[in-house]
Structures are given as C-alpha cells and as structure tokens.
C-alpha cells in the first residue's frame, strides 16, 4: 500500500528558482494538507484542500501556491525560493467524519534553498 | 487566534510514567490528536479525544477537558523506543493546527 507518496524527498534551490512538489494519495481522501516544520516551529500548515478543485490559505500561506486538479494529487509551488523556505515539507490526507480523522503523512521533503 | 501549547522538553527514565500536557485557545474545537515523531521520520498518530475523558490504549492514554482547553497524554512503562517528538493538534473545521511537539528523552 502506497497511501501518500512525495516526491522529491531531497532538493537544493537557489535563491529565487522555482519548483513543484507534488503529494499524491491512494485513499480516496477528500482532504490534503501542505505543512512545513522548522526546529522548534513545529508543523505550520501552509494552504490545504478539502476537495478536487478547491485550496484554502493555512497559517503560513505566503510564498506558496497550490492545486488540486485531480483528487488524488496536491501540487505545492514555490515560485521563487528563499532561504528562510529551507525546512521540511509534509504533506498529509485524511478522509471525512468521525470517529478517527487521523492525518496519513506523506515521508517528507527535505528542502535547502541557498 | 490559535495557541496551542506544551512543554518543550522533558526527560525520564525507562520504565517508568510520564504526563505530557498541551493547553489549547482555537476559534473552533472538533477534536485533539496526539502525534509520535521520530527524528527524521513523519508523524504517526497516537490518539483522538473528541469528548472529554480518558482514552487508553496500551502503554498510551490521552486525556481531554474541552472546559479548560486541556490534554494530556500519559506514557506508562516508558522504554528506549519511546524517545520522540509528541505533538498534540487540535481540528479547528476543516483544518489540524499543530502545536511545537514535546521532545522526549528516555535514559535507561
């Protein structure tokens, strides 16, 4: 079982490139989260989706963007990297309703912008 | 606004029980989760409170009072293996809202 797989798991930017990282997840879950976790930060949630075709800013939206074309995939774009994006990134999904909503994380993407 | 707070660190030794607690202000509350972290891996979760009262499985119970705004997760029989990050979050609708993680240390 897949469940939710990231890709790229290490990347290395300069300053002001531009990258996607894309989550994607064999559930059928209707909701994905982008977090970010810095030392001492812990996890901050940068945009999330509660279906196919829709986002929604999370604590720390700035300097990302996001999609969920397709159920099943959510894309999280820098468009131009700075150092202080340097952290690791997890994506995360879960299902509707009670009684266990629990988040399935994705592995993580380490990312160094210099 | 949205605060959600626990220690930073704490240590123990193995075999024996510790309380991690986590204090919360959301504009909305639809339940709490404990999560485990090991360095360098992801989050796996531990517990779900949605109602106030004790949750217990196995080693772990998690404890919840929405009145207060308070959890605590208790580890009994503490082993080696238990050394991790604890991160309790709270749903505000449609979103989990993380607070820093307690870094655990069990010494033998």
């Known amino acids: 079982n897949a469940g939710v797989t990231q890709t790229p798991k290490f990347r290395v930017l300069k300053t002001g490139q531009s990258m996607t990282l894309l989550c994607a997840q064999d559930m059928n879950h209707e909701y994905m989260y982008w977090y970010r976790q810095d030392p001492g930060m812990g996890l901050r949630l940068i945009h999330y989706?509660?279906?196919?075709?829709?986002?929604a800013k999370g604590e720390v939206p700035d300097g990302y963007n996001v999609s969920r074309l397709k159920k099943q995939n959510f894309l999280l774009g820098l468009e131009s990297a700075a150092p202080s994006q340097t952290s690791v990134y997890f994506c995360a999904s879960n299902s509707l309703g009670p009684p266990n909503e629990k988040l399935f994380f994705g592995s993580g993407t380490q990312l160094s912008v210099l | 606004g949205q605060n959600i707070d626990q220690p930073t660190e704490m240590t123990a030794t193995e075999g024996a029980i510790v309380q991690i607690n986590c204090t919360y202000q959301t504009s909305g509350f639809n339940g709490l989760f404990w999560y485990q972290q090991h360095a360098g891996e992801a989050p796996t979760f531990l517990s779900y409170?949605?109602?106030?009262g004790l949750e217990e499985k196995g080693r772990f119970s998690s404890f919840l009072s929405r009145s207060k705004g308070y959890s605590y997760l208790l580890l009994k029989e503490l082993q080696m293996k238990d050394s991790a990050s604890y991160l309790c979050a709270v749903r505000d609708t449609d979103k989990l809202i993380f607070g820093t993680g307690t870094r655990l240390q069990v010494f033998p």
């Open positions: 989706s509660v279906g196919e075709g829709t986002t």
């Open positions: 409170n949605v109602l106030d």
